[in-house]
């Protein structure tokens, strides 16, 4: 908790770049495809079930100096269900047109915090993308259905 504690950590403030330069923020990302539900030729678009991953560093949550020397190899990370705790990239899908997050049972995400300050954020999602199609050779046709992702505010 300490390492959260809001007199040490401010969520709303982006972390610092790898050796402290003043540059952007390097999010890895990565995802799953789960399920691909529907292809609608009519509405030009798709419908996919996704586990979305992301990681990045932030200096500000290592807590290896902080963990005893017997408890080092026992504690990798530490997992929170509650993403609002750390900075969150502002990533999103250019082509959304629908999307929704799972919440059966529990919330279907997880925040880890790893020891040298290393986070991965995991969020099982549906979403409803656009895709242009051409069909002047229908039924003999390809598609390629894109994921457009972005930052927001970058």
Request: hydrophobic letters at 40%; charged letters at 25%.
């Amino acid at each position: 908790d300490s390492i959260l504690d809001e007199k040490n950590y401010d969520a709303r403030i982006r972390p610092s770049p790898l050796n402290a330069s003043d540059g952007p923020t390097n999010i890895q990302v990565n995802l799953m495809i789960r399920n691909i539900e529907t292809i609608d030729d009519v509405k030009m678009e798709f419908s996919v079930q996704i586990t979305f991953r992301q990681k990045w560093f932030d200096d500000r949550l290592q807590f290896s100096d902080k963990v005893s020397p017997s408890m080092k190899d026992k504690i990798k990370y530490l997992t929170i269900t509650e993403p609002g705790k750390v900075w969150m990239p502002d990533t999103f899908f250019r082509n959304e047109r629908r999307g929704r997050m799972h919440n059966v049972l529990v919330p279907n995400l997880y925040v880890r915090i790893f020891a040298d300050g290393m986070v991965l954020f995991s969020i099982r999602v549906s979403l409803t993308l656009s895709c242009p199609m051409n069909l002047k050779l229908y039924p003999l046709d390809r598609q390629t259905c894109p994921m457009h992702i972005a930052s927001y505010g970058w």
